[in-house]
């Protein structure tokens, strides 16, 4: 017999699981230009021996909102070899075993059909976007499967109701590191050809839906994961000429960049690192045109704060920022020096700050790293602590606070692991919303690389990078055939959490902070920290009615 139900948004449905192990969900509420996820599940548990598997394509008839509001993929499983770095987790993971995962949204097959298979449970992801085209309402949202004589199958109601208000803009700032190279080399075509432009515009407007609004900017190409004395493929949107040791500098592809992102929604420009990951010893990779010759005049050999790359950056910076003065544009770049130094590399950080510290003074300056002594010592303007370091920087009132997450933060906090839940995944919400932070790095949209850099791989058959990092932690989204970005669940989720602080300070202007908090963490049940997740999808799902439930009665007087 085929069965369906509805489930949250945040659960992950494994094939080989049972239909009945996940809640059903019966109702939602959202504001009128929310975005609402949840899923279908289906499966056949006919009495036909596992070994006699068959499938059914059965299309999908929805009633009780417009089509064109509506989407629906797939959600397939990817192969998972490293779903943490720990042999034990800390209990909050959906399971700790190499095996296949829920995780990239596909297309439905056969003009919109589902394949319902014996003794395996499978998902439909459903996405109605509102962008404020229904009235504020009650809904019931009927889908059917139907089998292919067009007889009604099983049958599934969801009621929603809309709320007469609209999610404020995003004020957050979100940077998931937009990797080119990934990019050209993934499809096979030349960096900044046309077909390469063609495919990065597609990804950066996927990353815009998801809430990104800053991107990865390559100036030169970015010193990030790269082998000691490897490189990575070129990408440097800015033409270099030396021409009797004189620089000069060419900004038509940077020009076209920044068109690109204007057009997608992109409002701010994370700057390449200026130096070498990891302690700001070494310069970037330059590529440059040395008197007719193309070739690299900056790298690994090359002394970070030394004499000839202080004069490259001296040229550089000053005609860079007068460029962008020009265009008006200035005022959007957010820069680096490098990324995540440690405290025993405060001194060469130091150095390579002071090179340009007279010319960037008016601009933000930002960095991943969790010692507390280079914010101290006023080293970095912002500094972005990860998740499981961030409490010094609560303690001590930081304004204008950042944090991120990687692949070390794998215990108690929230994190985008494929083996970890989404309800782990969207927690992150509550915690950005309570301690105010203004933004927020995460180091893989796209990373098809293994370890520094040395080998591209297929993240459809390899998604921890050569086995080196958790599965997912380095992309969260995948390379489409036609060259398309395919969204994972996971930014999904990181979505909904956006959402989630935007409904939370909708109520905060009705009610101001300190209530919105209470109610949240009386719901919670515990104070919210960032090393405190949920441990259910009923807690997320109980906190977001409660906000709308505040909203609605805010709205009514």
Known sequence: MIQTKFVSSMEKCFSDSAIGAYPTL???????????????????????????????????????????????????????????????????????????????????QYKGSVSVITHLTQSVWFELDLRDRLPAGKYSIKVSLLDPEGNVRTEDILQLEILDALLPPQDMLLTQWFHCDCLANYYHVEAWSE?????????????????????LTPIHTPPLDTQIGGERTTVQLVD??????????????????????????????????????????????????????????????????????????????????????ARGDDKRCYFHIS?????????????????????????????????????????????????????????????????????????KVSNRFIAMPLWRTRSIGLQLYKFNIVGFLQWGYNFYNNLR?????????????????????????????????QESIRILSFYEALQDVRAMKLAEQYYGKEKVVAELEQLFGEEIRFDRCAHEAATLIRIRERINEMIKEAIAK
């Open 26 to 108: 019966k109702s939602l509420t959202a504001l009128r230009n929310e975005r609402v996820s949840w899923q279908l599940l289906y499966t056949d548990d006919a009495s036909t021996p596992v070994q006699m598997r068959r499938s059914v394509n059965m299309p999908i008839k929805i009633e009780g909102v417009p089509q064109e509001l509506i989407s629906m993929r797939h959600v397939d499983e990817v192969p998972v070899t490293i779903p943490s770095f720990y042999t034990e987790t800390d209990g909050n993971y959906l399971r700790n075993t190499p095996g296949l995962y829920p995780d990239v949204l596909t297309p439905l």
């Open 195 to 215: 077909e390469h432009w063609r495919i990065v515009e597609n990804f950066a407007a996927t990353a815009v839906r998801n809430g990104i609004n800053m991107l």
């Open 240 to 325: 270099v000429t030396v021409e009797n040791g004189k620089y000069s500098f060419g900004f038509e592809k940077l020009d076209r960049w920044i068109d690109m992102c204007d057009r997608v929604g992109i409002k701010y420009f994370e700057i390449a690192h200026l130096f070498t990951q990891w302690g700001a010893e070494h310069a970037p990779k330059i590529m440059a045109t040395v008197d007719g010759e193309y070739k690299r005049i900056f790298g690994w050999e090359t002394e970070a704060a030394g004499e000839e790359y202080t004069a490259y950056l001296r040229a550089f910076l000053p005609a860079f920022l007068s460029h962008m003065q």
């Open 339 to 411: 990324d995540e130094p440690n405290k025993l590399q405060l001194e060469s950080y130091r150095a390579a700050k002071n090179v340009v510290a007279d010319i960037l003074k008016d601009y933000p300056i930002m960095d991943a790293l969790s010692n507390y002594e280079y914010y101290q010592q006023g080293l970095v303007k912002i500094p972005i602590p990860s998740s499981d370091h961030i409490d010094p920087f609560i303690e001590r009132d930081v304004s204008g606070l950042w944090t991120y997450y990687c692949c070390s933060q794998g215990v």
């Open 453 to 485: 850099s040395t080998d591209f791989i297929n993240p459809y058959l390899d998604t921890s990078s050569g086995y080196t990092f958790p599965a997912g932690d380095a992309f969260s989204v995948y390379p489409a055939y036609d060259g398309s970005a």
